[in-house]
Every structure is written in C-alpha cells, then in structure tokens.
C-alpha cells in the first residue's frame, strides 16, 4: 500500500478495542445539560466497504451492488458519513478494525449496509460543510488542528474523497492526494435510508442460537446523538428502543478518548 499508513492516520482514525460504555443517564429522562445532534431526514448515508479480492492478489473498493463481488471476496474494512447538505454538518465513525480479517469475513457477522451498528463504532469526526464547496472541515479548536476533505459527487452515489488538507493553526502543513496515497480508493457508497442500531455480535447471536430465539437488534429510539461536555472533554451517548441483555439501560456512551476532534463547536 502506497504511503497508506499516514494517510489512514489523517483520514479513517481506526481503534482496536470495543470502548462503548453501558449508561444509566437516561433512566429518568433526559438529563437537563445534555445536548442533542438530531440526525434527520435530511442526512444521508456514505459507507466505504472495503471487501479483499481473493481472486486478484490485493484489496478493492466495493461497487453500489455488492452482488458483483465474488462470494469469496471478504469484507475487511467499514467506515460510515452522515452528510446534511441542508445542515452543512457531517458526522464520520470508524468502526472496529479487522486486524486479521476474519471479523466481517461472514455476514451473518454483520448487519444490513443501511444499518450502522454502534456495538462496532470506534471513533468520530464531527465536521461542518463549507458553503457551496465540496469540502467538509474537522477541527479540533483545542489543538488548532484541522482536516479539510475535498471531495466530489461522482454519478449521484459516489462520494469520492480526492484530497486531505491538514492544517495547524491555520497553516497547511500536509495535502494529500487519496488517489496517490491509498491503494484502496477513499470513495464511500450513498445507501438509501439508514437506521443506527445495536447488536452485540460476539455473545448475543451464541446466546440466542442455543435459546432458539430470534435476534435481538435494536435501534435508535430517536435518531439523535446526545452529548454533554465539561473541560473541553465530551462524552456522547445513543439510545435504543430496548434494554441491553439483563441490563436495566438502554443508552451506550463514548468518552473522550474515542473523539478525534472537539465536536459540537
């Protein structure tokens, strides 16, 4: 992979150890300081699915259909972008990397495309659009550091990420053509609706396999990411429509660590 390894630093942020937290905040309501980023009809999803070619020595970037791709290609790789053009806001997670490709390798190890599954988000960018330009901006005001994708829109479905920015108190000090960079093009596929949801994979499906019991898959009870802060730390939480196994909660939250950028500012 060409000059991959500091460029997937800039851009996909990925992290190896489940970090979400089990949270009790919202067992009577919601809290009076939390704060909300509704994520609402007008965002649209953008997955970059990343499947290895065992036909073809190396890796490739998956097509709209994910029926073109040989039944022996693997899924290695998923990232998701929630893009408002009408908010001019953008939220990016990573999800659980596959160091040695077997996570996603079976689907039954993985949910829909249209559904982002939290038990796997890594960690978050949150970014705003510039203007009427095709760029999208994160920074984080408590280091000066800020990423500026600029990207293009190729046949309505395509979202193909063509250069990374980096600046340090407003001065570029690297750009980087993803093209150049990236053996695996940094291009992330529109899906047509999307729902985030829980699914606990690893114990949850053995549980319920020997139980006989259908699968129990949660989702966002309001599509809204909540979040509240103190001392330029933040934490962020999601809600689902049904407990946690044997739990009386709901909500799973992230904390500081798994947000590469100060959010909401």
Request: charged fraction near 30%; include cysteine.
């Amino acid at each position: 992979m060409k000059n991959s390894g500091i460029v997937l630093c800039l851009l996909l942020f990925l992290s190896c150890a489940r970090k979400y937290n089990i949270s009790a905040d919202f067992r009577k309501g919601i809290p009076s300081d939390m704060q909300q980023w509704v994520l609402d009809s007008s965002y649209q999803l953008y997955i970059r699915e990343v499947f290895l070619d065992t036909a073809v020595q190396g890796d490739r970037q998956v097509r709209p259909d994910n029926e073109e791709h040989s039944s022996k290609d693997k899924l290695i790789e998923l990232e998701y972008l929630l893009l408002s053009i009408e908010h001019k806001k953008a939220v990016y997670i990573s999800t659980i990397p596959d160091k040695y490709q077997l996570y996603y390798a079976k689907k039954s190890r993985y949910l829909k495309r249209e559904y982002l599954n939290a038990y796997d988000f890594s960690t978050f960018r949150f970014g705003t659009k510039t203007g009427n330009r095709n760029e999208i901006v994160f920074e984080n005001s408590a280091t000066g550091h800020k990423d500026t994708w600029i990207y293009e829109i190729v046949n309505d479905s395509i979202l193909h990420v063509k250069e990374v920015v980096e600046r340090l108190n407003g001065d570029a000090a690297n750009i980087y053509f993803t093209d150049e960079a990236l053996s695996r093009s940094a291009s992330f596929i529109r899906a047509d609706s999307f729902k985030i949801a829980f699914r606990n994979m690893d114990k949850e499906k053995k549980n319920e396999i020997k139980r006989g019991r259908p699968p129990l898959l949660r989702f966002s009870k309001d599509n809204i990411i909540y979040y509240r802060g103190e001392k330029n730390k933040y934490t962020i939480y999601f809600r689902f429509n049904r407990n946690l196994v044997g739990l009386k909660d709901s909500a799973i939250s992230f904390n500081n660590v798994r947000l590469v950028n100060a959010p909401f500012r």
